[in-house]
């Protein structure tokens, strides 16, 4: 008994700072430090609905939208509750065919002579909201086609919407896909 009760205050006093304590704590820095991130980083649409966050990827497949990185989630793509790769190996047979039938249904479209790999490669999450800005300049000639707009406007929109690294060292220049079709729509619907 002497033994028990001291163990039983323990978990009741660990429980209250690491269940509680901790992480209201955390909560509230996060809320006040940077209260758009801690949200979920929520886009809204012309009529100010939430059309999705800047955080996870979503699913574009109209020719008129810049197309996003393949998503590798499963049941369904860019399935937040199901975060995480195929674990395919770069010389599974599998993973090589779905990579080449990607490739081929890029250069229908028009995309080529060069393919960037984050158009045909899903990423670790399968849920990474940006492109290179590679992966987005080989698709202005589509988009600006399928809107009516020439290449030049639909190019300074990728720009405008290029990310540069985090804190100018960390990671590589990107475009947010979900962003920059929601810009395209504000700009030609």
């Not at 909560?27 to 009529?47: C, H, L, M, W």
């Not at 590589?172 to 810009?183: F, T």
Request: glycine share 8%.
């Amino acid at each position: 008994m002497n033994d028990i009760k001291p163990a039983i205050m323990m978990v009741v006093v660990f429980t209250i700072i690491c269940g509680g304590i901790y992480p209201a704590v955390v909560t509230g820095i996060a809320q006040a430090v940077f209260p758009k991130e801690a949200t979920g980083s929520f886009i809204t649409d012309t009529r100010g609905r939430e059309i999705g966050s800047a955080l996870i990827g979503q699913p574009f497949s109209d020719s008129k939208y810049f197309w996003p990185r393949p998503s590798a989630t499963t049941d369904f793509g860019y399935n937040p509750a199901a975060s995480g790769g195929s674990n395919s190996g770069p010389t599974n047979p599998d993973y090589l065919k779905t990579v080449a039938d990607r490739v081929k249904a890029l250069k229908a479209t028009g995309i080529s002579p060069e393919i960037p790999a984050d158009l045909v490669q899903a990423s670790a999450s399968g849920l990474d909201p940006h492109i290179s800005p590679e992966a987005a300049s080989v698709q202005i000639p589509r988009v600006a086609r399928e809107r009516g707009m020439k290449a030049d406007e639909v190019r300074r929109l990728v720009s405008g919407h290029t990310e540069d690294r985090q804190f100018g060292i960390f990671g590589n220049p990107r475009v947010n896909v979900l962003a920059l079709n929601l810009a395209l729509d504000r700009l030609a619907p």
